[in-house]
């Protein structure tokens, strides 16, 4: 059974900071690409932002400048610092992992996290 399980997320500032962090667990081999999504009320959920297994980034125009991802392979764990965040930003945040199994190759979800930036 895998699990991705998300922590970090909660009420900020405009202008303030969190770090959303997604632990992997499970009988897994191996994980790959992983990502971070998210959607607010009444819209389609967006990619933020992907990191290859080589630790190529990809950002939505939105967030760069503002947001990195980054990845810790020993923990199995992604992260996304979110910096300067607006309100815009308000959303449940996703993160989204190809996890390789012995039968192979599939996406997993964790089960979202809330960020709400307001003052």
Not at 6 to 25: D, H, K, N
Not at 31 to 56: C, D, F
Not at 88 to 116: H, I, P, R, S
Request: include cysteine; hydrophobic fraction near 30%; aromatic fraction near 10%.
């Amino acid at each position: 059974q895998v699990q991705l399980v998300e922590s970090g997320g909660g009420l900020v500032q405009p202008g303030g900071s969190l770090r959303l962090s997604c632990a992997a667990s499970g009988s897994i081999f191996s994980i790959n690409a992983m990502g971070w999504y998210r959607q607010a009320p009444g819209k389609q959920r967006e990619l933020v932002a992907h990191i290859s297994s080589g630790g190529t980034t990809n950002y939505a125009d939105s967030v760069k400048g503002r947001f990195t991802i980054s990845r810790d392979n020993g923990k199995n764990t992604v992260y996304l610092q979110m910096n300067s965040l607006k309100p815009e930003d308000t959303a449940v945040y996703y993160c989204k992992a190809e996890v390789g199994l012995q039968v192979g190759l599939y996406d997993y979800w964790g089960q979202g996290t809330q960020v709400t930036v307001s003052s």
